[in-house]
Nanobody
């Protein structure tokens, strides 16, 4: 049973930084795509960034140059370093993982089979 548990959310002022973590357990695939999504109140969930087992990364245009996705395979943990945060980054952030893919459709929710419960990020102006 794959489980994803996010942590690291919180409240920060605009311009600040946060690092989100996603601890994965029960994940036994040799190849993978893992991603971060976010959902603001009243809006649809949107893709933020992804990384595959080769270390290839992708980012939404809105976060390029500010957010960095990374993974520690030894710790089975996914990270999202968020710098220069803006009020529009306020959302619930979700970690997601597929079952053995390569992130070809990293921006689609349907790419992913497993989801965490989310961690709230609030950025004040």
């Amino acid at each position: 049973q794959v489980q994803l548990v996010e942590s690291g959310g919180g409240s920060v002022q605009a311009g600040g930084s946060l690092r989100l973590s996603c601890a994965a357990s029960g994940y036994t695939y040799d190849t993978w795509c893992m991603g971060w999504f976010r959902q603001a109140p009243g809006k649809e969930r949107e893709a933020v960034a992804s990384i595959n087992s080769d270390g290839d990364t992708s980012y939404a245009d809105s976060v390029k140059g500010r957010f960095t996705i990374s993974q520690d395979n030894a710790k089975n943990t996914l990270y999202l370093q968020m710098n220069s945060l803006k009020p529009e980054d306020t959302a619930m952030y979700y970690c997601a993982a597929d079952s053995g893919g390569y992130c070809y459709s990293w921006f689609r929710e349907s790419e992913y089979d497993y989801w965490g419960q989310g961690t709230q990020v609030t950025v004040s102006s």
